[in-house]
């Protein structure tokens, strides 16, 4: 299936990381034009060498903080020159090391949170958008968790900030819905590349957490970073062009009621 996205730039938060260096190599794999865009720009560099190596791809790596609005505002305005549009924004970008019940939380950690997962989503969707919707086109994707719809036992400020996710881009739906420009969730479970391709009795001895998480699964296994940057793709595409408001699940069944 040709997805439509030859003359499409799209622009992911957080492209550096697991699931986010994925996405990049699915879209530029699809046509797309790929802004890679982080905080370690290192890291973006070598997912654009792989774009363009191994892939024959078009990718630029960007630095910037998306909790500083006049850094966002100045460098999408720089994408946009450069690129011609932004036509696809994936805001994947988040913080998920956080561990502790409430009366023990850092009010530090919080904060930090708040403003990466949330606030960063904001600022930048708050400059891409207006100009998807006076060319009528645009696709929004944001990264949710299954933590976002039913809690994180001691995640405290990513549940929060992940469930936040899912109303703003319910929100954006709504007020792009006459204007060409989609947005939806998706809301992964554990996804963990090469592991999840072990039987769950060799995953207990990697990882006893990751090992419980997959026999709670239906599918008795955890999904791939390639699970989540598929459904990124074609979410992107113009045959999603009717599908908004939207949350996703890429959990391998863990979300539905099993005895």
């Given at each position: 299936m040709?997805?439509?996205l030859d003359d499409r730039t799209a622009l992911v938060t957080g492209g550096a990381g697991r699931i986010g260096s994925e996405d990049c190599r699915v879209?530029?794999?699809?046509?797309?034009?790929?802004?890679?865009l982080d905080v370690a720009l290192e890291k973006a560099e070598n997912?654009?060498?792989?774009?363009?190596?191994?892939?024959?791809?078009?990718a630029h790596a960007v630095e910037c903080d998306l909790t500083d609005r006049e850094d966002v505002a100045d460098t999408v305005a720089a994408i946009e020159s450069e690129?011609?549009?932004?036509d696809v924004l994936v805001n994947n970008a988040g913080m998920v090391d956080a561990r502790d019940r409430i009366e023990d939380f850092d009010d530090?950690?919080?904060?930090?949170?708040?403003?990466?997962?949330?606030?960063?989503?904001?600022?930048?969707?708050?400059?891409?958008?207006?100009?998807?919707?006076?060319?009528?086109?645009g696709r929004i994707i944001g990264m949710s968790s299954m933590a976002g719809w039913q809690g994180g036992f001691g995640?405290?400020?990513?549940a929060a900030t992940k469930a936040g996710l899912i109303g703003f881009g319910k929100t954006l739906a709504l007020e792009g819905a006459q204007h060409g420009v989609t947005?939806?969730?998706?809301?992964?479970?554990?996804?963990?590349?090469?592991?999840?391709?072990?039987?769950?009795?060799?995953?207990?001895?990697v990882d006893e957490h990751f090992a419980r998480i997959a026999k709670a699964t239906p599918m008795r296994k955890l999904?791939?970073?390639?699970?989540?940057?598929?459904?990124v793709a074609y979410l992107a595409s113009e045959q999603a062009g009717y599908i908004t408001g939207q949350v996703i699940g890429v959990t391998g069944g863990i979300d539905l009621f099993t005895f």
């Open positions: 040709d997805l439509g879209l530029a794999a699809e046509g797309a034009e790929v802004v890679v997912v654009v060498s792989e774009v363009e190596t191994d892939l024959d791809g078009t690129t011609g549009s932004v530090d950690i919080w904060d930090r949170d708040l403003s990466v997962n949330l606030t960063g989503a904001y600022n930048v969707t708050r400059e891409v958008y207006p100009r998807m919707k006076e060319r009528g086109w995640q405290l400020s990513y947005s939806n969730v998706i809301a992964p479970s554990i996804v963990v590349d090469q592991l999840a391709e072990l039987p769950i009795d060799q995953l207990e001895e999904g791939t970073e390639a699970d989540v940057a598929n459904l």
